[in-house]
């Protein structure tokens, strides 16, 4: 009868470690969710917010008590207007979607700038697609240098077209002297 009593303790212990292993790898995709520098959001198939990390409060302003559960296109109307409603549904069909660089202003919090963005669909356990994944990139501050470049490119162009202006009217017909 001990025997009996040992193997079922053995099995009560190892139940808890593996219920403890996965409470802490629970606990650890979540730390790395906030950790990232990247926004991390989720949606499901009505495309309303189930995720919201700290870098999305950061980008946006925004808490994630004030987004989640909300349809995504009636708190970022802008998304939609800027072409975004395709690349997630098409992450809703099974796609990995990544989207060129969009202009974003959050008229509540006054945060602007620029963001890419990555969706992926989420499957569950059986294969069957639940929402979407999507990885936002603040990219502000290259779109800002690319333009700030672009700009400087463009005035040395008009100089160049003005230098070569003044050099032709020099070079233009010429009388020759002579005596």
Same mark, same amino acid.
């Given at each position: *009868? &001990?025997?009996?009593?040992?193997? +079922? ?5 190892? &139940? ?7 409470? !802490? ?6 730390? /790395? ?11 499901? @198939?009505? $495309?309303?917010?189930? @995720?919201? !990390? #700290?870098? *999305?409060?950061?980008?946006?302003? @925004? ?11 009636? $708190?970022?109307?802008?998304?939609? =207007?800027?072409? *975004?409603?395709?690349? $997630? ?29 990555? !969706?992926?669909? /989420?499957? %569950? ?11 936002? #990139?603040?990219? +502000? ?5 690319? %333009?700030?470049?672009? &700009?400087?490119? #463009?005035?040395? =162009?008009?100089?160049? =077209?003005?230098?070569? &202006? @003044? ?13």
């Amino acid at each position: *009868m &001990s025997k009996i009593i040992e193997i +079922t303790t053995g099995l009560d212990v190892e &139940s808890l470690r593996i219920a403890e292993q996965i409470a !802490n790898s629970e606990d650890f995709s979540s730390v /790395l969710i906030d950790a990232s520098l990247d926004g991390i959001v989720a949606y499901d @198939l009505d $495309i309303r917010f189930t @995720l919201w !990390n #700290r870098a *999305m409060e950061r980008i946006t302003g @925004l808490e994630a008590s004030k987004v989640v559960g909300r349809l995504v296109f009636e $708190i970022f109307p802008f998304l939609k =207007e800027q072409g *975004m409603e395709e690349p $997630i549904r098409r992450s809703l069909q099974g796609e990995v979607v990544k989207s060129p660089p969009i202009a974003y202003h959050i008229p509540e919090t006054g945060a602007q700038g620029y963001t890419e963005q990555q !969706n992926f669909p /989420l499957y %569950d356990e059986y294969g069957k697609i639940t929402g979407g994944l999507g990885v936002i #990139r603040d990219v +502000t501050a290259i779109k800002t240098q690319i %333009d700030s470049v672009v &700009s400087k490119n #463009r005035d040395l =162009e008009k100089r160049v =077209e003005y230098l070569e &202006s @003044l050099l032709h009217e020099r070079k233009g017909p010429r009388k020759v002297c002579r005596s």
